[in-house]
């Protein structure tokens, strides 16, 4: 049973415009959520995040929207950059009342690619 | 780059053989995962340790064994590997109680034949 899911495994968006990547999550104790990012050969490295008790969280061309009600956050990265092409993982976390020890559950991530 | 390390970066083994991987860290963090990501699967989490000695399993354990003897090692063994064991195994620190921000290694590509 998946509890964070990313229904869209790539998406291809032209330089410049913008990228929006869509999660959805069935637990209602996740009250912590993350984008993380993959390069080939890598490890995922941390994007952004929000809590629960906020909507959205702004990081520069990076903003994540959160919808509690519809358990669904999603990541909008305008302008799109050649270099924003990786894999983009959701991620959540439920911090407070699960203690939090646990770590993180993923989605399958989405493959991002940003065409010249 | 938090100081991560996993070794080894690369291994091909057996079906039946044991394997350990390893991930060391210079951070001093309290809180240390195993997670081995796969195609159409995304990153599952394998081991988890809030402590030396103290350790705890996570989603897909089942095959994998841990030990935390130092704060800044955190050992995977697989005690008979399986082709469905064939991987790529990522080491991530947190200094918080799984608060977010986990900070991943460079992975280990595990190949079972």
């Known amino acids: 049973d998946q509890q964070v899911k990313q229904n869209s495994p790539s998406l291809s968006v032209q330089e410049g415009r913008i990228s929006i990547l869509n999660c959805d999550y069935t637990?209602?104790?996740?009250?912590?959520f993350l984008w993380y990012k993959k390069y080939p050969a890598e490890g995922p490295t941390f994007l952004i995040s929000?809590?629960?008790?906020?909507d959205k969280n702004e990081d520069g061309r990076f903003t994540v929207f959160l919808n509690k009600s519809a358990k669904h956050l999603s990541l909008h990265i305008v302008p799109s950059q050649p270099g924003d092409s990786a894999v983009y993982f959701c991620?959540?976390?439920?911090?407070?009342?699960?203690?939090?020890?646990?770590?993180?559950?993923f989605g399958k991530g989405t493959h991002l690619i940003i065409q010249p | 780059d938090a100081g991560i390390t996993q070794s080894p970066r690369h291994k091909v083994t057996e079906t039946g053989t044991p394997v350990t991987l390893r991930c060391h860290q210079t951070?001093?963090?309290?809180?240390m995962y195993w997670y081995r990501q796969d195609p159409g699967h995304g990153l599952r989490l394998i081991h988890y340790?809030?402590?030396?000695?103290?350790?705890d399993k996570g989603e897909v354990s089942d095959g994998y064994s841990v030990s935390r003897s130092k704060t800044e090692d955190f050992l995977l063994t697989l005690e008979s590997a399986t082709s469905s064991q064939t991987s790529v195994y990522f080491c991530?620190?947190?200094?918080?109680?799984?608060?977010?921000?986990?900070?991943f290694g460079s992975g280990t590509q595990l190949s079972v034949l």
């Open positions: 991530a620190i947190s200094e918080g109680q799984g608060r977010g921000k986990l900070f």
């Open positions: 637990n209602s104790m996740f009250d912590y």
């Open positions: 929000i809590s629960s008790i906020k």
């Open positions: 991620a959540a976390s439920a911090g407070r009342s699960g203690g939090g020890a646990d770590g993180l559950t």
């Open positions: 951070e001093n963090h309290r809180y």
């Open positions: 340790s809030y402590g030396v000695k103290d350790t």
